[in-house]
């Protein structure tokens, strides 16, 4: 690779469809105020640097991106790439990563709204996110040790699975199909409305109306916190390890439970069981 290091940057595609470069210690900030530095580049390194400039990495294959910081002004960062590696780097963005193809993020720090939107395979490890409507219409994400904090995260999602994440999130899951979540908590109201083929185990789900209009829902060894009104006309086969304190409607399928406050039936094709003790 060719290597540039130790420069500033801020003039409209600085760095335009550039191939096999490494650039470390750079900076693309600067009264220029220019756009879209590494556009339509391939087998790119970045690492150790700061990005203050807008729409920096689009139309990218082959792009890894290290130790670096992005920072708000930094908006729409990573658009329609392919091949993306992010590790250790802060991305604090509106919208940082859209419409990109296997990505692998590690170590990372995201506070970015609208993050993630139409992405098609992602690995994410040890990060911590903060956003609104995270990841969403995405597909065959894998997380591990991620934690979040936001509002309508994860919905549409198909094909996923997470596991020791912790998710205090607002509506999320909803319409989501064939997802696995392990051995998390998730904390928030209305979790996964309409999702469909969406499997909970050995996890701490804690909030009011969850899981309602479910087809294909699965909960194993779970526990459920504060929660009332669940499963409302949900097909759900559940075995949870706490007490619930509310379970109101379910269409169909089988609902084991130590105890629960409050079985409603108030609605004819209510037919699912719930078995206490």
Request: proline letters at 3%.
């Amino acid at each position: 690779m060719n290597k540039i290091e130790n420069q500033t940057f801020d003039q409209e595609r600085a760095l335009y469809a550039a191939e096999q470069l490494h650039v470390h210690n750079c900076r693309f900030d600067g009264p220029a105020d220019g756009e879209s530095a590494f556009k339509e580049c391939r087998d790119i390194r970045v690492s150790g640097s700061f990005f203050n400039l807008r729409y920096p990495f689009w139309h990218d294959t082959g792009l890894a991106v290290e130790n670096c910081e992005l920072t708000p002004l930094c908006r729409a960062a990573l658009w329609y790439s392919e091949n993306v590696t992010v590790a250790d780097s802060k991305l604090h963005g509106i919208k940082a990563l859209r419409e990109c193809g296997n990505v692998t993020m590690t170590g990372c720090d995201v506070i970015s709204a609208e993050f993630g939107w139409s992405t098609r395979g992602m690995e994410m490890t040890d990060c911590s996110v903060q956003g609104e409507y995270f990841m969403l219409r995405s597909d065959h994400l894998k997380f591990k040790n991620v934690t979040l904090k936001g509002k309508y995260s994860f919905q549409y999602i198909e094909d996923s699975e997470f596991d020791g994440c912790d998710f205090d999130t607002k509506d999320a899951f909803w319409h989501a199909k064939n997802v696995v979540v392990r051995n998390s908590t998730i904390k928030g109201e209305y979790l996964a409305w309409y999702c469909e083929n969406v499997t909970f185990i050995n996890c701490r789900i804690i909030g009011t109306q969850p899981l309602c209009y479910c087809k294909g829902l699965k909960l194993i060894d779970c526990q459920m916190i504060d929660t009332d009104l669940c499963f409302e006309r949900s097909e759900v086969e559940a075995t949870l390890t706490a007490p619930v304190i509310s379970i109101k409607n379910p269409r169909k399928g089988t609902i084991t439970v130590p105890a629960v406050g409050e079985l409603i039936y108030d609605e004819p094709l209510a037919a699912g069981v719930v078995q206490v003790g």
